[in-house]
């Protein structure tokens, strides 16, 4: 069995993968201040609960754009998995891949997962919207190269920043209002972000293609992607787990 770790901002992803498809995956906030010991618990309890014996758990691949927790997740592995071969994702192997990483120390390792996997389904002229903590927009062209990546703030980092920055904004739960014309203030919030929002992802895929001469195959992941894809123009196809399964796929080049 496979162990694919994804370390986010907000929250870290991970997997169990056997036999070409998921045993099972959970989610957890991350928290920068915690240390190996505390997370080794949370580990074992939930691959405990889940019935997942850890001696199974031949191969590790873990992604990070959270620095600070490479070296306590390595501990806490190596710790809790002593027979397995843990393998990160960093710049080192991106010349492995099948995809041509311009840059590779600016690009988020989760994006170059994330682009891996968009193009072993989806081919070239693809581009990948990851709705995180930032909205992110990777693009492959017609040569298996990451041509670029514009970044957006993420819809939950907008909210955070609307309510702690103003007096009289709260928080909101980040859903689709019944109009665009707010009638209360949760209902207003809620239609400047999702629909604001909805627009901008539409421009930002019009506006690549445009500069392209070019469409391209749109795939949306993130946990806010279903909440935005199906309100927008272009966006064809949400793939949750893409990112771990960008993992999977690399584990196998390395």
Sequence with gaps: MLLAI????????????????????????TDQ??????????????????????????????SSVVPSLVHPFREMLSGLFDNAVINHLNPEI???????????????????????????????????????????FTTIGKDSAILGVAIAPGLRTAVGALAGKTAQLPQIHIAPPPSVLGENTIHAI?????????????????????ELGESLN??????LSAVIAPLTK?????????????????????
């Design 190 to 210: 809620q239609s400047g972000i999702i629909f604001g929002y909805t627009g901008l992802v539409d421009s930002m895929i019009e506006r690549t293609e445009k």
């Design 33 to 62: 201040l915690k240390t190996a010991d505390e997370y080794e618990v949370i580990f074992r309890s939930l691959l405990t609960a889940g019935k997942i014996c850890r001696t199974e758990i031949a191969r590790i691949i873990l």
């Design 94 to 136: 991106y010349d492995r891949l099948p995809i041509k990483v311009l840059n590779p120390y600016e690009i988020g390792a989760d994006l170059v997962a994330n682009a891996t996997a968009a193009y072993q389904k989806y081919g070239n002229n693809t581009m990948v919207i990851d709705f995180g903590t930032a909205l992110t």
């Design 218 to 223: 749109v795939v949306a992941t993130g946990g």
């Design 6 to 29: 994804d370390i986010g901002n907000t929250n870290i992803v991970f997997g169990i993968y056997k036999n070409e498809e998921w045993v099972n995956h959970w989610r957890i906030q």
């Design 234 to 254: 272009n966006i064809k196809a949400c793939e949750p787990m893409l990112t771990l399964e960008g993992l999977v796929q690399i584990n196998s080049f390395i």
